[in-house]
Each structure stands twice: as structure tokens, then as C-alpha cells.
């Protein structure tokens, strides 16, 4: 992988246990498909990094070659890619999330 | 930039041929739908894999021409 953006991409997702790739950022998401998984992280309390791609057109555009996906956000959990809102929005509600987190180590809120 | 429900439905039956496909124009523009795609092809797969199978049936236009497809996926009862 010599692609510099697909190596500052593989660094980040491995570094930070819980990474998200969104538009703007945790405090004032600019779509709302990004706002989406921002609330779902939020309500479980879970700490992660996000990089804003709106700030970097390189990083836009890498994110999508990186993972095969066309659209943004995407999640990354322990390196592994996740899923775009719909996905997240999906595993949350049936509580996958919360499972995939605590197996990966990920201190989720316990909730009902 | 707008993209017909019609012709999304079209290029995802084109490329799975058995799929039970419900489009929704979500807005009325044209640009952000939600749909629904239900295929043997995604029987034991993982939900990424299935939008990408989805994505890959769309050739490029989804996060293109299609700013917004909620994608609901799955495989027949």
C-alpha cells in the first residue's frame, strides 16, 4: 500500500479503536446521515475519533477507494470497516453494535 | 442529477435478477430514496457486503447523481 492517503487511513483505523469518517464534525455534523451515527455514539457514550472529510477533499475521496463504499460516514471499529449510517442505525437498534463494542473492548453504556 | 425510482429499481433487478425491489422517493426530488432489497444472493453474507453488491448493481452513481439511498438489505424469509 503505497498510497499515502490509504496509509494515513490504515494508521488512523488502527490506532483508534472506534474511528468514524464524517461530514463536519461531532459538534456540528453537516449531513445528516453523519449526524445519525454521532447520536448513536453519543447515547452509548463511546469514546472515538472522527475526521472530518468536508476539511480534505484527499481524504474524501480516499476514504471511498479505501473501503469499497461509495458514501460517508463510515465506522471503523478496531480496524475493521463497519458500516455506513444505515448499517450502524440497523446493528444499533438490534443491539449489535453494543455487542461488536464490548467484544472489541469498547466501553459502551449499559442500557435497556 | 436526479435519478428516476424507476431506474433504480432496474439496475439493481439487472444485476440480481430474483430481488424483491421497493423504491421510495423519500423527498419528492428525485435524489434521496430509501429502498428496499430483499435476494437470495445475500443469504449469509455480511449487511456490507449486501450494500455493496447494491452499490456495485447502481455502476458508480450512488454518492454520485444519488446523494441519498437508504438501503434496507436482506435475504427471503
Keep these: ?112 | 442529477m436526479a435519478m428516476a425510482a424507476g431506474e433504480i429499481e432496474a439496475l439493481v433487478k439487472a444485476a440480481l435478477p430474483d430481488a424483491q425491489v421497493t423504491v421510495e422517493d423519500l423527498a419528492g426530488d428525485g435524489d434521496h430514496y430509501a429502498a428496499t432489497v430483499v435476494s437470495e444472493a445475500f443469504r449469509g453474507i455480511s449487511r456490507v457486503k449486501q450494500h455493496q453488491i447494491v452499490y456495485a448493481a447502481l455502476r458508480g452513481r450512488m454518492g454520485g447523481e444519488l446523494h441519498a439511498l437508504a438501503l434496507q438489505t436482506s435475504a427471503p424469509e
Design chain 1, 1 to 112: 500500500m503505497a498510497d499515502p492517503i490509504a496509509q494515513r487511513i490504515q494508521n488512523d483505523i488502527e490506532t483508534n479503536d472506534v474511528m468514524l469518517y464524517m461530514k463536519g464534525t461531532p459538534v456540528f455534523p453537516q449531513c445528516g446521515f453523519s449526524a445519525r451515527v454521532i447520536q448513536i455514539l453519543t447515547h452509548l457514550e463511546v469514546p472515538f475519533k472522527s475526521a472530518n472529510v468536508l476539511d480534505d477533499d484527499e481524504l474524501r475521496e480516499g476514504i471511498k477507494a479505501f473501503s469499497h463504499w461509495p458514501t460517508i460516514p463510515q465506522l471503523y471499529v478496531k480496524g475493521e470497516f463497519v458500516g455506513g449510517c444505515d448499517i450502524v442505525s440497523e446493528m444499533f437498534q438490534a443491539g449489535e453494535l453494543q455487542t461488536l463494542l464490548k467484544e472489541n473492548g469498547v466501553p459502551v453504556k449499559a442500557q435497556a
